[in-house]
Structure formats: structure tokens, C-alpha cells
Nanobody, 110 residues
Framework: VQLQASGGGLVQAGGSLRLSCAASGRRFSNNAMGWYRQAPGKQRELVALIDIVGNTHYADSVKGRFTVSRDNAKNSAYLQMNSLKPEDTAVYYC?????WGQGTLVTVSS
């Protein structure tokens, strides 16, 4: 299984970014997908999950600002991040079932 996350970058506080995660090597539609993040010096934490029927779950810190979605036809998942804050700065990882991607860095400047 390969997961390729992309879309990270540098953005000012209040801005937006859209992360993408492309999966290959496993039937995408049969598995939940997740986004996690790890900030410098902190533990990795769950950001958002989307199950096989589209039900979603968000960390309290991102509710109302982030939206997770998936496109089974494209074997892809997305994380739309709006109203970004400096505390959102982290490496963001996508997951498919028990598999992890390599991470993409999001930096939010104040």
C-alpha cells in the first residue's frame, strides 16, 4: 500500500490549504481514511477521520474549520483547512486502515 500526501506549504494565519492523499495498492473504498498531525515536540494526534460511507469525525481543535472528504473513484482523500492558525503548524499524515503516508508539512505564520 502506498499513500502519497501533498498540498502542504507555508500560509499566513487565516488562510487556507487543501491536502490531498492518493492511495494505491489496496481497495480504497473498503477502508476508513484518516488525517493525523504531529507538531514539533508534540505527540501525533488525530485530526479527522472519514469512514467508508462518509461519516466523519474531527478533533475538537479543528471542528468548523477543517473538512475531510473522499473520492473513491480517484482513490483519494482530502483535507480542506480553512481559518488556519499558527498552532495548526505540523506534519500532516494520511492513513488508510493501518497504513501511513509519508507526511506533508504545513506551516502557518502569524
Amino acid at each position: 500500500v502506498q499513500l502519497q500526501a501533498s498540498g502542504g506549504g507555508l500560509v499566513q494565519a487565516g488562510g487556507s490549504l487543501r491536502l490531498s492523499c492518493a492511495a494505491s495498492g489496496r481497495r480504497f473504498s473498503n477502508n476508513a481514511m484518516g488525517w493525523y498531525r504531529q507538531a514539533p515536540g508534540k505527540q501525533r494526534e488525530l485530526v479527522a477521520l472519514i469512514d467508508i460511507v462518509g461519516n466523519t469525525h474531527y478533533a475538537d481543535s479543528v471542528k468548523g474549520r477543517f473538512t475531510v472528504s473522499r473520492d473513491n473513484a480517484k482513490n483519494s482523500a482530502y483535507l480542506q483547512m480553512n481559518s488556519l492558525k499558527p498552532e495548526d503548524t505540523a506534519v500532516y499524515y494520511c492513513t488508510l486502515d493501518v497504513y501511513w503516508g509519508q507526511g506533508t508539512l504545513v506551516t502557518v505564520s502569524s
